[in-house]
């Protein structure tokens, strides 16, 4: 009784925290499993079993194998030929083929492709297209088990219960029904995005900020008179001096040494402020500005995140240094060493040659644009491993190869084609995933061993016999969608799980259509940006606000669920 009730409770403050707190997952789920491991609800060889679970390090696999499908030149190649004056016709092309490659591709690096394409066409606002990019990524990522790590995450859990996980394809036929009709739904309901305004907006136009050196010889005079008010693509927004912002800034206004001078434009015409006597360009003294420049957007519990770029100490810790800020499309004020760092946020980055390094990078940040530097793969590369991972698809599918076999031949051949470097895998893997997983899973275990799994779904099952298990499935799957509109879908998938199995087992029914609902219920984040992390990607991108995401994400998620909920009975009968 002490364990159940012990076990309850952690269970009920793992929820809590995820949903009221702000703390890392993984600090969350490995904080509880620790507590359920050494008050002796799981022994250690239960422990290290979740942890090598075939499920999981096939899951490892191909989170590594994506590094290197991400790298494909076939999406680049295709994404210019996306968008056209027809915005129907275009809104179709683009999520049809973010759909495909989704499902199959890490979904972010699909929409940070994508998303360049889309900001810098001339036919169409920005705001019209890149919130039904972020959806239709979701969509395609339902399609197959690698479409997304929370297929994989419940695959996974099946393993573990049964020995047997997902196969390849079976997420297929009620995957692709609801992408089709998803993407009719977004054309749909496209009418109640906001406008914008149909310009062509650089990835570049970022605030710039240099300093006036004690000698120079701007001091003393005017703006004018500095023909600062000269520039063709930069413009002289404000002057930050010592605590005080001035602007916008006055033709007359005087220089004085020490000020900070906020341009706004094209960061790539940065050297035309060189030729002015004692401006100190930001990054540039460093040598930095003149090797690589990229985009990138802050991760959700980003380390950085709530933190001044001053005192993050971004430059010793990414080898990097900000140029420049953006924050819901609109450019920031200020002096650029004082803004507080949220996620979301925009950066420009120019970047030192360690900066691919560094092993944090993924935890801080998605990259948008790295045009410079940017891994071209050959077309023997190309062709060879696409040709390899259809072979290992159609072989994992008709059960020839076990999945995990293939997916490691692939990730060699990816290494000794110099696709994926070791280095970078390194810096890649994804640790943290591995450990909410294994935490999860050991967890699950904690619940049945202390039989509150048992507890909880015998209860459930009374109440819910009179309405049968259509009503049963019906309510794991709203649950399920709650939590990944709450939190993350990795989250809700791993907390759903054990009571749709067990309230499977207590039903006497096949668990399959159950392990579905928790796999398309934990995918269905369409009316917050904060469930899936393409979600909050075009967030800061297209300047959306959160009504943005209800509004149009309502039609979606309605008609998603309903397909859903229709289809899974059907094609997994009970």
Known sequence: MIDQLFIAGLFISLLGSLVFTRWPAVLVFVGAMLLAYFFGLVETAEVLAKATNTGVITLILLLLVSIGLEKLSWLTRLSGKLITPSYAGSLLRLGSATAFFSAFVNNTAVVATLAHTVRSNRHHPAAKLLIPLSYAAILGGTMTLIGTSTNLIVSSFLEDATGQGLAFFDFFLVGASVTVLGLLAILGSSRLLPQGHIEYMDINEYVIEVEVSNDSDLIGKSIMANKLRDLEDLFLVEIVRGNYLITPVAPHEYIEAGDK???????????????FDGLSLFAVDEGLLRTNMMEVIVMPNATIEGKTVKESGFRSLFDAAVVGMRRGGKRLSGKLGNITIQAGDNMMLAVGPDFNERKNLDKNFVVIDDSVGEIKTTPF????????????????????????????????????????????????????????????????????????????????????????????????????????????????????????????QSYGLSHMPFVMAVAYGASASFLTPYGYTTNLMVQNLGGYEFRDYLRAGLPISLVYSVAVLLLIPRIFPF
């Open 381 to 504: 590369q190309n062709y060879f491993i696409t040709g390899t991972l259809l072979v290992v698809i159609a072989l994992a599918s008709l059960n020839i190869l076990p999945l995990i076999k293939g997916v490691a031949f692939l990730l060699v051949c990816m290494l000794l084609l110099g696709v994926v470097k070791r280095s970078e895998l390194r810096r890649r893997f994804p640790f943290e995933l591995w450990l909410i997983i294994t935490s999860a899973l050991t967890l699950s275990q904690a619940l049945n061993n202390s039989g509150v799994v048992a507890i909880l779904t015998d209860t459930l099952h009374a109440n819910l016999a009179a309405l049968g298990p259509y009503a049963a499935l019906a309510g794991i799957y709203l649950g399920t969608l709650l939590l990944t509109e709450l939190m993350t879908n990795n989250a809700a998938a791993a907390l759903s799980f054990p009571i749709a199995f067990g309230l499977a």
């Open 261 to 275: 001078l906020i341009f706004s434009g094209d960061i790539k015409q940065i050297k035309a402020l060189e030729s």
